[in-house]
């Protein structure tokens, strides 16, 4: 019987390595689909934390029921629930959450600000005169400095602030009327129950 030789075995270890490697990767995958989770939830580390501090320039022109809209800042969203909305006009699905946001606007219990990410002025003023604008104050953030210190993965993303200035709820994507009612208005319950 003939000798084999001794690099053999060695050889064809080393050309089943990629497809073991391929069946583990897929194996791993497969069971993060399959486990039930909500993929479209992503954990931020900033929930419970303070939020970052704000002091964005303001949107030039930006006006609400007749009056100029202040700049974002701290002192903004102080001592209030306040809801800030990270949108830019260029966004597809901040266009289609615009109109929840604006119906959010009009609850008593709670403030809704804007930070405007990467846009251009005419733009955002554009968008806000064709829309409406639900926003007590807008920042704006051309770099997307703002939105890095937040946390933002993509916009619309929306974070929840109690009055305490910790960040308690965060939304990834865009609000929708279940969204808001299975998670959001959880969450500013839970927040003013907080306060009392």
């Known amino acids: 019987m003939p000798e084999q030789p001794k690099g053999k075995g060695r050889r064809v270890l080393i050309a089943l390595l990629p497809l073991l490697l391929f069946f583990g990767l897929a194996g791993v995958f497969l069971m993060q689909l399959t486990s039930g989770r909500d993929r479209s939830i992503i954990p931020s580390a900033l929930i419970g934390k303070p939020a970052p501090t704000l002091a964005l320039q303001l949107l030039d022109g930006a006006v609400k029921n007749g009056q100029p809209v202040p700049a974002l800042t701290s002192e903004a969203i102080a ?12 966004c597809v699905p901040c266009r289609q959450e615009h109109p929840i946001i604006l119906g959010l606007s009009t609850d008593d219990r709670l403030t809704v ?6 846009d251009k002025n005419d733009a955002a003023l554009a968008f806000l005169g064709e ?8 920042g704006v953030d051309p770099k997307g400095a703002a939105a890095i210190d937040w946390g ?7 974070f929840l602030v109690g009055p305490d200035g910790t960040i308690v709820y965060k939304h990834v994507g865009p ?12 969450a500013i319950e839970k927040a003013l129950a907080q306060k009392k």
């Open 113 to 118: 600000v804007g930070i405007n990410y990467k």
């Open 152 to 158: 933002v993965y993509g916009i619309p993303e929306s």
């Open 175 to 186: 609000f929708d009327e279940a969204s808001v009612r299975a998670e959001l208005l959880p």
């Open 131 to 138: 829309l409406g604008n639900p926003f007590s104050a807008i």
């Open 79 to 90: 001592g209030k629930l306040t809801l800030v909305n990270v949108w830019a006009s260029w």
